[in-house]
């Protein structure tokens, strides 16, 4: 079984900067790719930015040139860094991790967390 972990959420005001932290616990082989997704009230969960086991990162316009993707595989930790943060990023943000369930990963096994909320004073 896996456990899927965030935390850093808060509030914050406009302009400022929170990092988030996903970490996966329990029989894991390897990850392939983490990533994380945000939902705003009456919204639908939207992906926010992307990164897989080797460091290739995607974001999504919502995120680029503001929120910075990273990862710690020895840790099957992943991060956003969030940087002048707006009101309208204000969500329940969503790690979602995709387990490989054996070591050379050829299937995997999608994970979510609980999310962890974000709340932007404007």
């Known amino acids: 079984q896996v456990q899927v972990l965030e935390s850093g959420g808060g509030l914050v005001q406009a302009g400022k900067s929170l990092r988030l932290s996903c970490a996966a616990s329990?029989?894991?082989?390897?990850?392939?790719?983490m990533s994380w997704y945000r939902q705003a009230p009456g919204k639908q969960r939207e992906l926010v930015a992307g990164?897989?086991?080797?460091?290739?990162?995607n974001y999504q316009p919502v995120a680029k040139g503001r929120f910075t993707i990273s990862r710690d595989n020895a840790r099957n930790t992943v991060y956003l860094q969030m940087d002048s943060l707006k009101p309208e990023d204000t969500a329940v943000y969503f790690c979602?991790?995709?387990?490989?369930?054996?070591?050379?990963?050829?299937?995997?096994?999608?994970?979510w967390g609980e999310g962890t909320q974000v709340t932007i004073s404007s």
């Open positions: 329990g029989t894991i082989p390897g990850i392939h790719a």
């Open positions: 979602y991790v995709d387990v490989c369930l054996t070591s050379s990963c050829g299937t995997f096994e999608t994970y």
């Open positions: 990164i897989n086991s080797v460091g290739y990162t």
